[in-house]
């Protein structure tokens, strides 16, 4: 499904940047644009529509997508890259609806998620693509390793028990 990612520019007060950008709206069944439209524009704020992302769904995250939909207002994550400078426009570079997915994208990179409210046809399409492909996985606990039968330590040190060369 094709989703129309709306961006609004604040003006701030701070030492190095202009402006403040965030996702704010989805548009679902938005057409492809070249670049981006301006929306609404006056002293307070811009609105633009930045871009046009394909939302994907996959099977192995139906879990995720079970977890949003839970939740009293399910989310869509927008995934943004920052601009050149600190006052450009921000680059959208993914839309999801798993929150999971959403975390690992602000886990060590210079990328930013900003959760925007689910639309109800979205919320529509999601479950019924869950209900269509979620398998319940059982939780499956790890065994913990056996203690060592011949008792010697692991750390590389002398067998015998003894601590070793005396240093001083």
């Given at each position: ?64 997508y079970?977890?949003?939909?839970s ?89 015998d ?5 005396r240093?001083?």
């Amino acid at each position: 499904m094709p989703l129309g990612v709306i961006l609004e520019r604040r003006p701030i007060e701070h030492a190095w940047a202009t402006w403040s950008w965030r996702a704010i709206a989805v548009i679902p069944g938005a057409t492809q644009i070249d670049s981006p439209r301006t929306l609404v524009r006056d002293e307070a704020a811009a609105r633009f529509h930045a871009v046009t992302l394909d939302l994907g769904l996959h099977r192995k995250e139906t879990e995720g997508y079970r977890v949003n939909l839970s939740q009293p207002q399910p989310q869509i994550y927008v995934g943004l890259r920052p601009g050149d400078t600190d006052d450009d426009m921000p680059s959208p570079f993914v839309v999801t609806v798993c929150p999971f997915e959403a975390e690992d994208y602000e886990i060590g990179g210079d990328e930013r998620v900003d959760a925007v409210p689910m639309p109800q046809e979205v919320a529509a399409l999601v479950g019924h693509f869950v209900d269509a492909h979620h398998v319940e996985e059982p939780f499956v606990k790890r065994k913990r390793q056996g203690q060592n039968p011949r008792g010697d330590r692991k750390s590389g040190g002398p067998r015998d028990g003894t601590r070793g060369p005396r240093y001083g």
